[in-house]
Protein backbone atom coordinates (compact mmCIF):
# COMPACT_ATOMS: atom_id res chain seq x y z
CA UNK A 1 0.00 0.00 0.00
CA UNK A 2 3.03 2.76 0.73
CA UNK A 3 4.12 2.01 -2.90
CA UNK A 4 1.11 2.42 -4.55
CA UNK A 5 1.06 5.65 -2.62
CA UNK A 6 4.38 6.40 -3.26
CA UNK A 7 4.42 5.90 -7.25
CA UNK A 8 0.38 6.46 -8.00
CA UNK A 9 0.99 9.94 -9.05
CA UNK A 10 3.85 9.88 -10.82
CA UNK A 11 2.78 7.00 -12.89
CA UNK A 12 -0.90 8.97 -13.43
CA UNK A 13 1.10 11.88 -14.22
CA UNK A 14 2.86 9.85 -16.99
CA UNK A 15 -0.68 8.84 -18.00
CA UNK A 16 -1.86 12.17 -18.28
CA UNK A 17 0.33 13.84 -20.27
CA UNK A 18 0.49 10.87 -23.17
CA UNK A 19 -3.34 12.10 -23.09
CA UNK A 20 -2.58 15.78 -23.00
CA UNK A 21 0.68 16.29 -24.57
CA UNK A 22 0.67 19.89 -25.16
CA UNK A 23 3.96 21.16 -23.25
CA UNK A 24 3.53 24.00 -20.77
CA UNK A 25 6.36 26.39 -20.09
CA UNK A 26 9.02 24.81 -18.23
CA UNK A 27 9.70 27.42 -15.86
CA UNK A 28 5.49 26.07 -14.77
CA UNK A 29 6.93 23.08 -14.11
CA UNK A 30 9.87 24.13 -11.55
CA UNK A 31 6.53 26.04 -9.79
CA UNK A 32 4.75 22.95 -9.51
CA UNK A 33 7.25 21.22 -8.12
CA UNK A 34 9.12 23.67 -6.06
CA UNK A 35 5.87 25.08 -4.11
CA UNK A 36 4.39 21.67 -4.24
CA UNK A 37 7.27 20.70 -2.30
CA UNK A 38 7.45 23.87 0.37
CA UNK A 39 3.44 22.53 0.82
CA UNK A 40 4.44 19.06 1.58
CA UNK A 41 6.74 20.17 4.58
CA UNK A 42 4.39 23.01 5.81
CA UNK A 43 1.73 20.22 5.82
CA UNK A 44 4.11 17.59 7.44
CA UNK A 45 4.95 20.17 10.28
CA UNK A 46 1.59 21.63 10.87
CA UNK A 47 -0.57 19.06 10.52
CA UNK A 48 -4.24 18.97 9.44
CA UNK A 49 -5.83 22.28 9.28
CA UNK A 50 -9.57 20.46 10.50
CA UNK A 51 -9.44 18.73 13.32
CA UNK A 52 -11.35 15.43 11.99
CA UNK A 53 -13.71 14.64 15.03
CA UNK A 54 -15.20 11.70 14.69
CA UNK A 55 -17.93 10.38 11.88
CA UNK A 56 -19.59 13.45 11.53
CA UNK A 57 -19.59 17.15 9.63
CA UNK A 58 -16.51 17.79 11.09
CA UNK A 59 -14.78 13.95 9.37
CA UNK A 60 -16.29 15.53 6.09
CA UNK A 61 -15.14 18.77 6.80
CA UNK A 62 -11.38 17.77 7.46
CA UNK A 63 -11.63 15.40 4.18
CA UNK A 64 -12.99 18.51 2.04
CA UNK A 65 -10.28 20.95 3.57
CA UNK A 66 -7.19 18.54 4.12
CA UNK A 67 -7.87 15.96 1.89
CA UNK A 68 -9.73 17.71 -1.28
CA UNK A 69 -8.96 21.97 -1.50
CA UNK A 70 -5.68 22.27 -0.10
CA UNK A 71 -3.81 19.50 -1.62
CA UNK A 72 -5.67 20.10 -5.48
CA UNK A 73 -7.51 23.06 -5.55
CA UNK A 74 -5.07 25.30 -3.99
CA UNK A 75 -2.46 24.43 -6.59
CA UNK A 76 -4.99 24.95 -9.12
CA UNK A 77 -5.52 28.76 -8.24
CA UNK A 78 -1.77 28.79 -7.70
CA UNK A 79 -1.15 27.89 -10.90
CA UNK A 80 -3.86 30.05 -12.61
CA UNK A 81 -2.19 33.12 -10.52
CA UNK A 82 1.35 31.75 -11.47
CA UNK A 83 -0.14 31.93 -15.32
CA UNK A 84 -0.84 35.81 -15.34
CA UNK A 85 2.77 36.71 -13.89
CA UNK A 86 6.17 37.08 -14.81
CA UNK A 87 7.42 34.46 -13.48
CA UNK A 88 5.45 31.74 -15.30
CA UNK A 89 3.80 33.69 -18.52
CA UNK A 90 1.60 31.32 -20.47
CA UNK A 91 -1.42 29.26 -19.69
CA UNK A 92 -0.03 25.41 -18.72
CA UNK A 93 -2.14 22.35 -18.04
CA UNK A 94 -3.96 23.05 -15.02
CA UNK A 95 -4.26 18.99 -14.07
CA UNK A 96 -0.57 18.53 -15.08
CA UNK A 97 0.51 21.18 -12.68
CA UNK A 98 -1.67 19.79 -10.03
CA UNK A 99 -0.40 16.12 -10.49
CA UNK A 100 3.41 17.45 -10.59
CA UNK A 101 2.41 19.52 -7.25
CA UNK A 102 1.29 16.69 -5.45
CA UNK A 103 4.19 14.38 -6.16
CA UNK A 104 6.15 15.52 -3.15
CA UNK A 105 3.42 15.46 -0.67
CA UNK A 106 2.59 11.78 -2.21
CA UNK A 107 5.95 10.93 -0.99
CA UNK A 108 5.84 13.11 2.29
CA UNK A 109 2.32 11.14 2.71
CA UNK A 110 3.72 8.11 2.40
CA UNK A 111 5.74 8.27 4.89
CA UNK A 112 3.78 9.56 7.59
CA UNK A 113 0.90 7.54 6.64
CA UNK A 114 2.80 4.33 6.05
CA UNK A 115 3.15 3.87 9.92
CA UNK A 116 -0.70 3.14 9.93
CA UNK A 117 -0.23 0.76 7.08
CA UNK A 118 -4.13 2.27 6.45
CA UNK A 119 -5.47 1.65 3.00
CA UNK A 120 -7.96 4.61 3.11
CA UNK A 121 -5.34 6.66 3.08
CA UNK A 122 -2.51 4.86 1.64
CA UNK A 123 -4.59 3.44 -1.72
CA UNK A 124 -8.00 5.62 -1.44
CA UNK A 125 -6.56 9.69 -1.20
CA UNK A 126 -4.37 9.51 -4.05
CA UNK A 127 -7.28 8.00 -6.36
CA UNK A 128 -9.01 10.83 -5.52
CA UNK A 129 -6.36 13.51 -5.80
CA UNK A 130 -5.97 12.02 -9.13
CA UNK A 131 -9.78 11.83 -9.88
CA UNK A 132 -10.22 15.59 -8.85
CA UNK A 133 -7.30 17.02 -10.77
CA UNK A 134 -8.32 15.45 -13.66
CA UNK A 135 -12.17 16.16 -12.89
CA UNK A 136 -11.88 19.96 -12.54
CA UNK A 137 -9.52 20.21 -15.89
CA UNK A 138 -12.42 18.34 -17.79
CA UNK A 139 -14.84 21.10 -16.63
CA UNK A 140 -12.34 23.52 -17.06
CA UNK A 141 -11.24 22.71 -20.78
CA UNK A 142 -13.70 20.01 -22.04
CA UNK A 143 -16.53 22.68 -22.17
CA UNK A 144 -14.83 25.53 -22.46
CA UNK A 145 -16.59 26.64 -25.65
CA UNK A 146 -19.97 25.13 -24.81
CA UNK A 147 -21.59 28.83 -23.71
CA UNK A 148 -23.30 28.81 -20.30
CA UNK A 149 -22.91 25.48 -20.16
CA UNK A 150 -19.62 26.45 -19.35
CA UNK A 151 -20.67 28.17 -16.32
CA UNK A 152 -23.11 25.18 -14.99
CA UNK A 153 -19.51 23.62 -15.64
CA UNK A 154 -17.74 25.73 -13.12
CA UNK A 155 -19.84 25.34 -10.46
CA UNK A 156 -19.75 21.69 -10.75
CA UNK A 157 -16.08 21.23 -10.86
CA UNK A 158 -15.39 23.41 -7.81
CA UNK A 159 -18.01 23.00 -5.56
CA UNK A 160 -19.84 19.44 -6.44
CA UNK A 161 -16.85 17.25 -7.54
CA UNK A 162 -14.83 18.10 -4.62
CA UNK A 163 -18.08 17.89 -2.28
CA UNK A 164 -18.04 14.46 -3.97
CA UNK A 165 -14.65 13.36 -3.23
CA UNK A 166 -14.66 14.33 0.21
CA UNK A 167 -18.44 12.17 0.61
CA UNK A 168 -16.40 9.54 -0.47
CA UNK A 169 -14.02 9.79 1.70
CA UNK A 170 -16.00 10.22 4.77
CA UNK A 171 -18.44 7.57 3.71
CA UNK A 172 -15.24 5.05 3.79
CA UNK A 173 -14.06 6.18 6.69
CA UNK A 174 -17.67 5.46 8.44
CA UNK A 175 -17.41 1.53 6.77
CA UNK A 176 -20.66 2.87 4.48
CA UNK A 177 -18.54 0.77 1.26
CA UNK A 178 -21.39 1.42 -0.80
CA UNK A 179 -21.79 5.00 -0.48
CA UNK A 180 -18.11 5.40 -0.32
CA UNK A 181 -18.12 3.43 -3.93
CA UNK A 182 -20.91 5.71 -5.17
CA UNK A 183 -19.41 8.85 -5.06
CA UNK A 184 -15.62 7.23 -6.20
CA UNK A 185 -17.48 6.14 -9.43
CA UNK A 186 -19.15 10.17 -9.48
CA UNK A 187 -16.00 11.48 -9.01
CA UNK A 188 -14.40 9.42 -11.71
CA UNK A 189 -16.68 10.05 -14.36
CA UNK A 190 -15.17 13.10 -15.50
CA UNK A 191 -11.56 11.27 -16.23
CA UNK A 192 -13.51 8.58 -17.74
CA UNK A 193 -14.98 10.84 -20.47
CA UNK A 194 -11.22 12.25 -20.92
CA UNK A 195 -9.98 9.04 -21.34
CA UNK A 196 -12.72 7.90 -23.49
CA UNK A 197 -12.59 10.91 -26.07
CA UNK A 198 -9.02 10.68 -26.02
CA UNK A 199 -9.33 7.08 -27.26
CA UNK A 200 -12.17 7.91 -29.61
CA UNK A 201 -10.71 10.77 -31.44
CA UNK A 202 -7.77 8.56 -31.78
CA UNK A 203 -9.25 5.93 -33.40
CA UNK A 204 -10.88 8.24 -35.88
CA UNK A 205 -7.86 9.46 -37.46
Not at 101 to 119: C, S
Request: charge should be positive; include cysteine.
Amino acid sequence: MSLFCLLWIPLFYLFWISLSPEDAPRLYDFWALFLGSLTALASFFLGPLIDPGGFGFSRWLSAYIDIVCFPVIFPIIIGFLLSLTPLSPGCGNSAKFVLLWLIPGAVMRTITWGVRKDPLHLVLVPLLWSALAAGIFFFLTFLRNRGKVFVFSLIIGFLLLPAAVAASYWAFFSQKLYLGLLFLIIALIPLGIRVSSFFSSNRRL
